[in-house]
């Protein structure tokens, strides 16, 4: 377990950083809708109408609402322990088009830059509903452990400010996962790297891939910095794996594709996807294209950490 102030002090932008330490200092508490609406620290805000929240000034989503026990909640399930820590299981935001991906709609991306970077989510409870003036309950700080779309898992703080990475993976009677989860699915997210790490230096590695990288993905070369995230291609094993040649700077859609072992970069920079992907219309053009390298050749990717991913990859897709 971790302390989540150490994380704190981590973060970089001064605002984002308070406004966290503004819920922490009011764990527990009850408060009106109207004093989150007013709320407002340099045009960084903590609420909006959608229940995740992230603010125009930062990546990151700041808040995530839940409205248990109403008809119109969306699958969220939310479990609370005497410690004061807690467990969700929270809905991604599908709005009302047809046929979207909703994997890369604005608010998803932000609470999915936090699973990446590590960085904290504020979990607010309604607890008393219209037309009385609509009140929050705050649970607290919690870190975004895992994305299995739709939903979102998210662990909480204790009282005592330790995180709570899935309580030591212990298994919970009282505590269901969606139908699509499978057990087994714990020994993969150790590749994913996406449960119980706390990325100590995440968001630093981050920086440092999109200043070597000039703030796009070295494959498709989009420069929408909202969907950029930082891979790594050795699994992550504390600090020393923020190594700037383990890192590539991916689209989200293309990372997820490295993390579950359907495409690698070989030892001659090229982008290799497995069969099933290579044909498909999202991916042709990029299939066996020398992805986009950094200016400096130290910054170049480890061939050694490139020759462990693509044998991985094997493994898991044909690539023949």
């Given amino acids: 377990m971790a302390k989540i102030d150490h994380i704190l002090e981590g973060i970089e932008d001064e605002r984002h950083q308070r406004a966290l330490r503004w819920f922490l200092d009011r764990k527990g508490q009850t408060i009106y809708a109207s004093e989150l609406d007013k709320y407002d620290d340099h045009k960084l805000r903590v609420v909006s109408q959608q229940g995740i929240h992230k603010p125009k000034v930062i990546d990151y989503a700041l808040t995530i609402k839940v409205n248990t026990g109403s008809k119109y909640e969306e ?7 005497p410690d004061g820590g807690w467990r969700c299981r929270y809905h991604q935001f599908e709005g009302s088009r047809q046929n979207k991906r909703w994997e890369e709609a604005a608010p998803n991306v932000a609470l999915r830059n936090c699973l990446n970077d590590q960085i904290p989510i504020v979990l607010l409870e309604r607890v008393v509903q219209k037309p009385k003036p609509v009140e929050y309950f705050i649970h607290g700080l919690g870190l975004v452990t895992n994305y299995n779309s739709p ?3 998210i662990e909480g703080v ?19 996962l969606n139908d699509n ?92 996807f497995s069969n ?10 990029y299939h066996a294209k020398i992805i986009a390298l950094p200016h400096d050749a130290s910054e170049y990717p480890s061939q050694a950490a490139l020759h462990a991913q693509e044998e991985w990859a094997k493994t898991k897709f044909d690539y023949s």
């Fill in 75 to 81: 699958g969220e399930e939310l479990n609370t322990y």
């Fill in 151 to 153: 939903y979102f898992m």
């Fill in 158 to 176: 204790s009282n005592n400010g330790q995180l709570l990475t899935y309580k030591d993976l212990d298994t919970d009677s009282h505590y269901h």
């Fill in 181 to 272: 989860y499978q057990p087994n699915e714990v020994g993969e997210r150790e590749r994913q790297q996406r449960l119980i790490y706390i990325r100590q230096g995440q968001q630093k590695f981050r920086s440092r891939l999109l200043d070597a990288y000039s703030s796009s993905c070295c494959v498709t070369g989009c420069d929408v910095r909202e969907v950029l995230e930082a891979a790594h291609i050795s699994p992550y094993r504390g600090s020393v794996t923020h190594h700037i040649q383990n890192g590539l700077l991916l689209r989200a859609d293309i990372h997820t594709l490295l993390d579950l072992g359907g495409c690698y970069i070989s030892g001659d920079y090229k982008i290799i």
């Fill in 276 to 285: 099933i992907h290579r044909h498909s219309g999202t991916y042709k053009e």
